[in-house]
């Protein structure tokens, strides 16, 4: 199977900055697979989301290839990026509250979206989009249509960006911390929506987040980044039982534990012997 | 027995925040209502007061001059006997036409060079905005004079005058307006979807920064008014026989000591229309202000 995407020796550094955000990063991506990036921030994981969707801000040097369908699209201008973006290649963003803008009724910019796209009258991308708030969960979608960012719950916010983002059916949707910005509850419902969205249209996701139980429940493979440099990459089997690296290890030790007693939180932060003690003293997961 | 207390203080101190925040919503609200209803009133005299006698204006003659104000004459009349209620309708009139026109030509310019300086390249931005730096500082009279000097007083001249004044005013908000909406993830996820620079900037951005641009031109129509008034006083705005509100200023002058009343009609009917849009620009601002309304929320 070919990749579908294909990342090769990737290094991103912004305008002033002394050191690259992101160094040498290479992975990549079989059509219909869904592959974790975790790592603490400012590991580079949100650069490399940027970057592979174009949105890096000007003046920033990029290194590197990303091959989509290969085709580079990497250093490309934005005319030859815009066609392919939403349609072949979307996002999930971080914060629903403020993803959405807050001038215009969500059913308006589904319609928009839809009809910027697709040759789309206008009452069928109405109903279009009603079919899409349905399919997201929402109730009564025909009312909602009409509703303001503000007037719906983070929850609901996410579920009309989820339904933006895999609209017009794209082949590589990039979420960036799709769930760390709603409450626990409402977690696992968004994320069990994106998996069965993503399952049913065969897209491929690279899933951005912080969140080891994220990775274990959603994807097939992760990668693992710090200070903007993959650490380890590997099946998610293998990184969760036989971590090589010290680094994932000390990562999956300070993931809280529902079943363990309570104790100090092991952190990844502190310096290498403090880690080292407390992973002694608490063993690991 | 501490933490009971503790607790009703932080719900006293949380009560007396939203009754704060709840008292400034109402008071601008206030502010916004009384200013429409000045501005209505002015509105309202300069279109129904000239329905009734057209040529009273202008009518010299019509009744004796000076008259104080009285039942004949609710303003009383002018040194040449025409009826200053008539005179400051059309007055009025003018003001308003010229002052709304001068500031929709600034937001429209002013509003568009503002998008464009917050959306292009650091070049193009500092290169509108070093022009507009230019433009701003002529003080606003002396550009509009030089602009009358220029082109000659009329209407359209008094419009293009101010509008020019007022251009760089509404760029720089709407500029300032816009850089904070950029920075708003929407925008990146407009742009993530697919589209289009000139979408992004008229859906998602313009619509997003207008807030400070209504004030702001609420403002602006009250100094549209006073720098209206200012020109007619220098001789640069409307010629006479046509009424307007600094020419009866400036014609009543010599009457000041003997006819109060003269000067006092059309410096009142300014401070009435301007302190009618000032208001409404002000409780506006307060009104739109979203911190306050996140607090008032």
Redesign the interface.
């Known amino acids: 199977m070919t990749d579908l995407l294909k990342v090769q020796a990737l290094s991103v550094r912004y305008a002033g900055a002394l050191r690259p955000s992101i160094a040498d990063v290479s992975f990549s991506l079989a059509a219909g697979e869904v592959v974790g990036v975790v790592g603490e921030s400012g590991s580079g994981k949100t650069t490399l989301g940027l970057a592979l969707l174009g949105l890096l801000p000007q003046g920033t040097k990029v290194h590197g290839s990303a091959l989509f369908e290969r085709a580079e699209i990497l250093g490309v201008s934005e005319r030859e990026l815009r066609p392919l973006r939403g349609t072949l290649l979307s996002t999930i963003v971080q914060n629903p509250a403020t993803a959405l803008n807050p001038s215009f009724s969500v059913g308006s910019q589904i319609v928009a979206l839809l009809r910027r796209h697709r040759t789309l009258s206008k009452s069928g991308a109405r109903s279009l989009a009603i079919e899409w708030l349905d399919r997201v969960g929402i109730s009564e979608p025909e009312k909602r249509m009409g509703s303001y960012s503000h007037q719906l719950s983070g929850g609901m916010n996410q579920r009309v960006v989820i339904a933006m983002a895999l609209a017009l059916s794209p082949r590589l949707v990039i979420a960036d911390e799709p769930t760390s910005a709603l409450d626990v509850t409402v977690q696992a419902a968004i994320l069990r929506l994106i998996t069965e969205l993503i399952d049913d249209s065969g897209s491929s996701m690279v899933l951005i987040t912080h969140d080891l139980g994220v990775v274990a429940q959603m994807c097939s493979r992760v990668i693992v980044m710090k200070d903007g440099a993959v650490v380890e990459a590997g099946e998610v089997d293998q990184i969760f039982h036989a971590p090589r690296s010290d680094y994932t290890q000390h990562l999956l030790a300070s993931q809280p534990s529902h079943s363990a007693p309570a104790k100090p939180m092991p952190t990844v932060s502190a310096s290498e012997a403090a880690v080292a003690k407390s992973t002694e003293e608490h063993g690991h997961g | 027995m501490t933490l009971e207390v503790d607790t009703s203080q932080v719900k006293v101190a949380a009560v007396e925040r939203s009754r704060v925040s709840l008292r400034s919503t109402l008071a601008s609200r206030v502010e916004v209502i009384v200013g429409g209803v000045l501005v209505l009133v002015a509105v309202l005299i300069a279109i129904i007061i000239p329905m009734i006698d057209p040529a009273a204006s202008t009518a010299v003659g019509a009744a004796p001059s000076l008259v104080p104000p009285g039942l004949l004459n609710l303003l009383g009349t002018d040194q040449l006997g025409r009826d200053q209620l008539a005179r400051v309708a059309v007055g009025y009139g003018i003001s308003l036409t010229i002052a709304v026109g001068a500031v929709l030509l600034s937001v429209v310019v002013g509003g568009l060079l503002g998008l464009l300086a917050a959306t292009a390249?650091s070049a193009i931005d500092g290169l509108i905005m070093r022009i507009l730096d230019v433009v701003m500082a002529f003080p606003a009279l002396l550009l509009a004079i030089v602009v009358v000097a220029l082109f000659g007083a009329g209407t359209e001249v008094l419009m293009l005058a101010i509008g020019i004044t007022f251009v760089p005013i509404v760029a720089r908000v709407t500029r300032a307006a816009a850089l904070e909406t950029t920075r708003?993830?929407?925008i990146?996820?407009?742009?993530?979807?697919?589209?289009?620079?000139g979408?992004v900037i008229f859906?998602?951005i313009a619509?997003?920064s207008l807030g400070p641009v209504v004030v702001q031109a609420s403002i602006l129509i009250a100094i549209a008014i006073m720098l209206e008034a200012s020109l007619s006083f220098v001789g640069l705005g409307v010629q006479p026989p046509t009424p307007s509100l600094g020419l009866m200023l400036s014609t009543g002058r010599d009457f000041m000591v003997s006819d109060p009343w003269i000067v006092a009609v059309p410096a009142i009917a300014i401070l009435e229309i301007v302190l009618g849009f000032t208001l409404i620009g002000d409780g506006l601002q307060t009104w739109l202000d979203p911190k306050k309304r996140a607090i008032a929320r």
Do not use: F, L
Not at chain 2, 188 to 197: K, S
């Open positions: 390249t708003q993830p929407y990146e996820a407009a742009m993530a979807r697919g589209a289009r620079r979408r859906r998602h619509p997003n």
